[in-house]
Nanobody, 124 residues
Framework: VQLQASGGGLVPAGGSLRLSCAAS????????MGWFRQAPGKERDFVAT????????IYADSVKGRFTISRDNAKNTVYLQMNSLKPDDTAVYYC??????????????????WGQGTLVTVSS
């Protein structure tokens, strides 16, 4: 499974961005998908996860009400809509796929496949 994240960039505080993650090489509609982020000098943190049909989602408290995860199984793509961005949201954002467990995990070890990351910079 290959994951390609895109959509990052520089945005002022209060602005919005939509990240995309395109999957190939597997059966996307059977994977739990997640987004994580890693700020400079910090650990990789959970952002959001979505079930394989998109009916269930879980968010980190820090992004709840501002970010929305969604997926389009026909396009093999998962999205992260980010609104009301803050400077603290600055990080490299990674998408991840869980092929085996089916659980919506907030842990990095819950995912077998990772994209390369896309940088989001929020200016104050």
């Amino acid at each position: 499974v290959q994951l390609q994240a895109s959509g990052g960039g520089l945005v002022p505080a209060g602005g919005s961005l939509r990240l995309s993650c395109a999957a190939s090489g597997g059966t996307f509609s059977t994977y739990v998908m997640g987004w994580f982020r890693q700020a400079p000098g910090k650990e990789r943190d959970f952002v959001a996860t979505i079930s394989y049909r998109g009916r269930s989602t879980i968010y980190a408290d820090s992004v709840k009400g501002r970010f929305t995860i969604s997926r389009d199984n026909a396009k093999n793509t998962v999205y992260l809509q980010m609104n009301s961005l803050k400077p603290d949201d600055t990080a490299v954002y990674y998408c991840a796929a869980d092929r085996d467990s089916g659980f919506l995990s907030p842990r990095t070890y819950g995912y077998e496949y990772w994209g390369q990351g896309t940088l989001v910079t929020v200016s104050s």
